[in-house]
């Protein structure tokens, strides 16, 4: 969601009485790429852009195809073939393997219903959309529409065909179970449309507990990746701006209020890192009765395991879900020592837990770096819902 913020952010401040814009975004990926589909950019005609394609590769010749597609006004669909062998019409050696597909469409400042605007109505939500973008159409005013709609199936922006409106988003709401992103070709009109379907997940939210000087880094490193932030304390002095300058929120807040003063969602991380044993122990015992996938707390493991043994005595019993979701000692195993490096390990181990990964050595991976594709995510919707296959992913 942070490139989403990017553009539109981007976009904002453009001068659209002297400049133009396009949008470039890959819509397919056969084989290894650097960037997955849905990575997005933002063209301008003066040669400046916000956000990515590849890793630097393909910017320079999207940018020539962009200023075409600004000049003429039509969207297009552009095909790369990054294999070694493949590439040389691009005049570089990129060796990537992959075949990508991306579509590059103009931006019109003056329709409301323009892609960037489109962004603008979720890039703050906290719940999951599914956006479908038709990219490859016989008819070309067809190419580069867009359906957007909400888990309930509520149609936030929809095509100009009612019938092929409701046939897609038929399969968008599918997206919302597989948490699958993937491209699709249609029977339309005695022809065939290409649609991008992808599912959008709200921005990770973190709430750090305690705002000692450790916490700082741990706050700074996650508004780098575009998180929103919240730092709570019991203790005024140690939530002062000055500590957390990037921080979204700053909460005073006593630890029996934490249900009412805070919204924490599938899609909010917690960590515990007061140095306080008893304010630890007791939002933990409030965190057990929130849905947040992610609990992780600051200390040796004796310590958690003194927390468990009191809940154990007051009759509350972590099921296998729970155990799962807190994270005692905190962290990936990187050798970290300061505050910047348990940062690091903090912050690694909470974007493994939000994509299912376990944060090993890439290098000892079997299978592809990415998950792309029909039933790639199918990991995700596993492992959240069988203990057993949680244990074996994380091994």
């Not at 050696?93 to 892609?115: K, T, Y």
């Not at 296998?320 to 020592?337: F, M, V, W, Y």
């Not at 592809?368 to 069988?386: A, C, M, T, W, Y």
């Amino acid at each position: 969601m942070k490139e989403f913020r990017s553009i539109v952010e981007a976009y904002g401040k453009l001068d659209y009485s002297v400049r133009k814009a396009a949008l470039a975004t890959v819509v397919k990926v056969r084989g290894s790429s650097y960037r997955s589909p849905g990575a997005r950019m933002l063209i301008s005609d003066d040669g400046r852009w916000v956000g990515s394609i590849s890793g630097g590769c393909l910017e320079g010749d999207a940018l020539r195809k962009a200023r075409k597609v600004i000049t003429e006004g039509e969207p297009m669909a552009v095909t790369y073939d990054t294999r070694e062998e493949s590439n040389q019409n691009l005049g570089i050696a990129l060796g990537c393997n992959g075949i990508i597909d991306v579509l590059i469409e103009p931006i019109d400042h003056n329709d409301p219903a323009n892609p960037v605007r489109v962004f603008e109505t979720f890039i703050h939500t906290r719940e999951p959309v599914a956006l479908a973008t038709i990219y490859r159409s016989e008819d070309e005013k067809v190419t580069g529409q867009k359906l957007l709609i909400d888990a309930s199936g509520q149609v936030q922006k929809s095509f100009d065909d009612t019938q092929l409106t409701s046939r897609i988003t038929t399969d968008l709401l599918k997206l919302f179970e597989t948490r699958t992103s993937e491209t699709r070709t249609y029977e339309w009109q005695g022809s065939t449309v290409d649609a991008y379907l992808e599912l959008l997940p709200p921005n990770i939210s973190l709430i750090i507990f305690g705002g000692g000087f450790d916490a700082r880094p741990v706050s700074q490193l996650a508004k780098t990746l575009g998180w929103e932030v919240t730092v709570t304390d019991e203790c005024a002095a140690h939530i002062a701006p000055l500590f957390f300058p990037t921080a979204d929120n700053l909460s005073l807040c006593s630890r029996t209020y934490i249900e009412r003063d805070f919204n924490v969602t599938p899609y909010t991380a917690c960590v515990l890192m007061s140095h306080n044993y008893e304010y630890d122990r007791d939002v933990l015992r409030t965190l057990l009765k929130t849905p947040t996938p992610y609990i992780g707390i600051l200390g040796p493991r004796k310590r958690f395991d003194k927390m468990c043994e009191e809940f154990d005595r007051e009759g509350i019993v972590l099921t296998a879900d729970d155990r799962h979701r807190i994270h005692s000692p905190i962290g990936l195993d990187i050798g970290a020592e300061t505050p910047d490096e348990i940062a690091v390990s903090i912050i690694g181990e909470i974007q493994g837990k939000f994509t299912c990964r376990s944060g090993g050595f890439l290098k000892y991976r079997q299978g592809p770096i990415h998950k792309r594709g029909p039933g790639s995510d199918q990991v995700f919707k596993e492992v959240h819902l069988n203990p057993l296959l949680r244990k074996v992913s994380e091994k």
